[in-house]
């Protein structure tokens, strides 16, 4: 049994992973399909850019983010729009770096099932009379279902087990940025090892659920070989 501090943060937890997960999929289909169907200059620059969360130490990624959200760093002019110095420590401030920690979570499943869909499909869309538009409805978001399913849970669960940023930019307010890896951590450091089980097994069940969902979704859609 959870106790309700931890419930609570694992409520924030869920809230925060599904506010990112859906701006991700809204703000990464028309950046994937924009770098999935052909090869500009600088590209390589510019994914290099965006793939840099996978590689780079979460703490210095939200140390950044301190600093850009804080109340006199370049993202300082948000924080009045919430009447806030800065939008650090704030619930808004978690997603904002939520949103660019896990974005390539979303970005590269989106972009791969965009670059698999077979050009030859879209032509005959196009001969037919199908506007670009009608075909990207009609056409693409079809194909690309899997890959919407794969980034949506992908970027779920890496939002879900966020550390190191939303303890640089977030500290921990109960109720609104205490995520569930942080309350872990608070136990752990407390030596309340029991707590630390249980709020850590509510985690592993809940990835291990997303996952199974995924690959059995996928298993179906493939169907029997």
Excluded at 143 to 168: C, D, I, K, N, Q
Excluded at 198 to 212: F, G, T, Y
Aim: hydrophobic letters at 60%; a neutral charge.
């Amino acid at each position: 049994m959870l106790a309700a501090g931890d419930t609570l943060a694992l409520w924030v937890s869920v809230k925060l992973a599904l506010i990112t997960t859906v701006i991700l999929l809204l703000l990464c289909t028309p950046l994937a399909w924009w770098l999935a169907r052909r090869f500009r200059p600088g590209q390589a620059l510019l994914e290099a850019l965006l793939a840099l969360p996978l590689v780079l130490p979460p703490t210095v990624l939200g140390f950044y983010l301190l600093l850009f959200l804080g109340p006199d760093g370049p993202g300082g002019w948000l924080g009045p729009l919430l009447e806030r110095p800065g939008l650090a420590f704030s619930f808004a401030g978690l997603v904002i770096g939520s949103v660019v920690y896990s974005l390539p979570f979303v970005l590269q499943p989106l972009k791969n099932a965009f670059a698999a869909i077979d050009k030859d499909i879209l032509d005959m869309a196009a001969a037919a009379g199908a506007g670009p538009l009608d075909r990207f409805f009609s056409v693409v978001l079809p194909l690309a279902r899997p890959g919407y399913l794969s980034a949506a849970v992908l970027g779920f669960a890496h939002t879900l087990g966020e550390f190191g940023v939303v303890l640089m930019i977030g500290g921990s307010i109960a109720g609104e940025t205490r995520v569930a890896s942080v309350a872990l951590y608070e136990h752990v450091e407390a030596g309340d090892y029991a707590s630390a089980q249980r709020l850590a097994l509510v985690l592993v069940v809940m990835s291990l659920v997303l996952l199974w969902a995924v690959f059995r979704w996928q298993k179906k859609a493939r169907g029997p070989l």
